[in-house]
């Protein structure tokens, strides 16, 4: 669940800045390429490069297990309530109220509904855990509660698809 949050956070919140940063990657190597540099020092350049290029596709697993290691493998269950003018989360003896106009943000994947009240922060769902099953149904009630419309994102191995 960790690592499709901060797959889904980073899509979100941080693809500009990801993106200016491979192509900050990409200029490196290509400045190392063209200029007329000695071959020691390009083959440096391109290798510096290639490797933080590839680190921005890593940094969501980093993220979940830095969060994973955060909570010592204790996982809460959280269990969450939705009511007409509320929704309240349960976990162990702590109860929260939050309102639906927190919620800046709806994103489904393959196994989970992400309700954002900000880029820091979210509430997730378990749609194999949703009584009755009936993920849709929820999704159309957040969506009138909130006025925002779900978007779906489809979480490969590597690769993200809105």
Partial sequence: ??????????NVYYRRRIRLFQLICIMIMAFAVALEISR??????V????????????LPKYKAK???????GNFATITYNF????????????????????????IKTEKYIFLFPNSNRAYA????RIRPREPEALLDFL???????????????RKLFI
């Fill in 40 to 45: 020691p020092l390009k083959i440096l350049l």
């Fill in 125 to 128: 769902i378990d749609t194999s």
């Fill in 83 to 106: 009511f007409a003018d509320r929704f309240v989360m349960e976990r162990n003896d702590d109860t929260l109220d939050a309102e639906y106009s927190d919620i800046t943000k709806i």
């Fill in 1 to 10: 669940m960790f690592e499709a949050l901060c797959k889904v956070q980073n």
């Fill in 66 to 72: 830095s969060m994973i290691s955060a909570c010592n």
């Fill in 47 to 58: 290798a510096i490069g290639g490797i933080l290029f590839s680190f921005s596709n890593y």
């Fill in 143 to 157: 969506s009138d509660k909130t006025g925002l419309n779900p978007k779906t994102i489809f979480i490969e191995k």
